[in-house]
C-alpha cells in the first residue's frame, strides 16, 4: 500500500491554523483519535512551528514510545507533564492568574513560533474553578497578543460547552457505524476567518497517524508501465495489490464476482477497478468480453485502457458487446453487435461463441464484465432472472472470472447477483470519500485513496481503523 504523505489533513483545517494567532477545540469521546489529530498537526506545521506539549499524565518517553514518528517533530524538553495543583505565573503581569501553566507560558516565551497542544482540557483544568479555568484561557489570550502562537485544546467533552464560545475554531471528532461497519469523521464546526468548503471528513488512524480521505480529481500523465501482479493456484488476482490482500489472493479462478454501487457513487468511481481487473488478463495474454454498463460504450472504455498503456494490438483479446445505434460508428473489429429484438438467451449464445472462440485462440480462461442496468434495459428484469444462474453456471464450469456491475435502483436484480456470487463487494460514497467493503466475503470498511504515481488512478484500500 502506498500512501501520499499529503493530504492527510482536511484542508480547510491547514487554512485555518496557517492563519496563526488563533485556538483550536479538538472534541470527542475518548478514542476517536483527538491526540493523534492534534500531533499531527505539530507535524504539519513543523517546518514553520515548534511544537510544545502539554499533559498531566503523559512523559516524553511515553510520548515517543507510543508515536515513534514524533521524535522528528517535539523536542523532548517541549513535551511538558503539568502538575495539578495550581502555581503562579512567573511573568508579574500574570500574577492575577492562578493556574497551573507557569512553565508552560515560560516556555512559549521563550520559543519562536510555538504550536502549543493541552491534552486534555480537562485533566489540565479539573483543580480549577469557573472562575479559574476563565483564567487560564484569559492566559492563553494573552499569549497569542504577545507572541505569534497557535494553541490547540484537546477536550474529552463532545457536548457544546462555553469553551465553544471562547475559542477561534471548534473540531468534532466521531464514530460512526455504517452497514454495521465502524468508521471515524471528522466534523468542522467553526473555523473563524476560513471558509468551511466541506464540513464532514471520514478520516482513519491506521498505523497511529491522522489520515483524511479527500476527494481527488483524476488526473493522467506518462503512464509507468509495471509488472503485473502475479495469480495464485485458486485466484486470479484483481490487479489491485491491496484488494489481492484483502481477499485472500484475488478473485476466485471461476469465480462469479458482484460489485455494487450505492447512489452516490459515478461509474466512473470503478472504472479503475475494472481497468486494474482487465489489463491483468489481458498482460497475461488472456481474453475479456465486456458487456458495458448503461453510459459506457467501447470506444471510451478502450480510449481509457489506451491512456493507461494498453497497445492496439491487445485489442486481439478484447471484446466488447453493443446494439447498433444509428449514427455510430461501431465498425471496429472488437465490437460484437448484439440484437435486443432477440431474446437474451439467444444473445447469450451468441456472447458464448464468441467467448469460445476467443477461449481457443488464447488457450486460456477467459474475464466477463457485464453491467446488469444493459442487461435489464434490454430485456427486462424477468429475462435476467432466467438467464443469471446459467450464466454463473458457465463461468464456473468452464473456469472463468465472470464480474457483474450493479447499480443503484435494481435492488431485486442485485439480490438475485448476490446470491449467485463468489465475491460481492459494495462502493460506497459519503461526504465526499469513496469506500469500499466486502458484503461476501464479510470485510471492515477500507477508505479509496487513488495513487498517482504510476501516471494514472491506481486504488489503494486503507482499512478504516
Not at 469523521?185 to 480521505?213: A, C, H, M, Q, W
Not at 438467451?345 to 472462440?357: D, F, H, R
Amino acid at each position: 500500500m502506498r500512501i501520499s504523505s499529503t493530504n492527510n489533513l482536511p484542508k480547510e483545517l491547514i487554512d485555518f491554523l496557517s492563519q496563526g494567532n488563533n485556538i483550536l477545540l479538538i472534541k470527542g469521546n475518548p478514542g476517536t483519535g483527538k491526540t493523534i489529530l492534534s500531533l499531527e498537526l505539530l507535524k504539519h506545521f513543523q517546518e514553520d512551528r515548534n511544537g510544545i506539549y502539554v499533559s498531566t499524565r503523559v512523559t516524553s518517553e511515553r510520548l515517543f514510545a507510543q508515536f515513534p514518528w514524533l521524535e522528528s517533530v517535539i523536542k523532548p524538553e517541549y513535551v511538558l507533564e503539568v502538575p495539578k495543583k495550581g502555581i503562579m505565573v512567573s511573568d508579574t503581569k500574570m500574577r492575577k492568574y492562578p493556574t497551573s501553566f507557569e512553565h508552560v507560558y515560560d516556555l512559549a516565551m521563550r520559543t519562536e513560533n510555538p504550536m502549543i497542544v493541552v491534552d486534555s482540557w480537562e485533566a489540565v483544568t479539573e483543580d480549577l474553578d469557573p472562575n479559574g479555568q476563565m483564567g487560564v484561557i484569559r492566559l492563553l489570550e494573552t499569549l497569542i497578543s504577545s507572541k505569534n502562537v497557535n494553541i490547540i485544546l484537546v477536550s474529552e467533552v463532545p457536548d457544546r460547552t462555553t469553551l465553544d464560545y471562547l475559542v477561534d475554531g471548534v473540531t468534532v471528532l466521531n464514530m460512526k457505524t455504517i452497514d454495521g461497519r465502524r468508521a471515524r469523521e471528522i466534523e468542522l464546526v467553526k473555523l473563524r476567518g476560513t471558509g468551511i468548503n466541506r464540513p464532514k471528513y471520514f478520516f482513519t488512524l491506521l498505523d497511529g497517524k491522522f489520515r483524511s480521505f479527500i476527494e481527488t480529481k483524476p488526473q493522467i500523465t506518462e503512464v509507468k508501465k509495471t509488472e503485473p501482479l502475479p495469480d495464485t493456484e485458486t485466484h486470479f488476482s484483481t490487479g489491485i495489490e491491496d484488494l489481492d490482500k484483502i481477499l485472500g489472493g484475488g478473485y476466485p479462478k471461476g469465480g462469479v464476482v458482484q460489485l455494487e454501487l450505492d447512489g452516490n457513487t459515478l461509474a466512473m468511481d470503478l472504472i479503475p477497478f475494472l481497468v486494474a481487473t482487465g489489463l491483468s488478463f489481458i498482460d497475461n495474454s488472456r481474453g475479456v468480453l465486456m458487456l458495458p454498463a448503461v453510459g459506457f460504450d467501447a470506444n471510451m472504455i478502450l480510449e481509457y485502457s489506451k491512456m493507461l498503456g494498453l497497445n492496439e494490438s491487445a485489442t486481439q483479446f478484447f471484446r466488447v458487446f453493443e446494439r447498433k445505434l444509428p449514427g455510430k460508428d461501431q465498425d471496429r473489429p472488437y465490437i460484437v453487435m448484439l440484437d435486443p429484438q432477440q431474446s437474451l438467451m439467444e444473445n447469450l449464445m451468441t456472447i458464448a461463441k464468441v467467448g469460445n472462440e476467443l477461449k481457443k485462440k488464447t488457450g486460456k480462461p477467459l474475464l466477463g464484465i457485464v453491467g446488469n442496468d444493459t442487461l435489464v434495459s434490454y430485456w427486462g428484469e424477468e429475462s435476467y432472472r432466467e438467464v443469471a444462474s446459467v450464466a454463473a453456471t458457465l463461468s464456473r464450469s468452464m473456469g472463468n472470472l465472470l464480474i457483474g456491475i450493479c447499480p443503484p435502483g435494481l435492488e431485486n436484480v442485485t439480490q438475485i447477483a448476490s446470491n449467485l456470487s463468489d465475491v460481492h463487494l459494495k462502493l460506497i460514497k459519503k461526504d465526499g470519500a469513496l469506500m469500499l467493503y466486502g458484503i461476501k466475503p464479510y470485510t471492515g470498511l477500507y477508505g479509496v485513496t487513488m495513487d498517482f504515481s504510476r501516471g494514472y488512478p491506481y486504488p489503494n484500500l486503507i482499512p478504516m481503523v
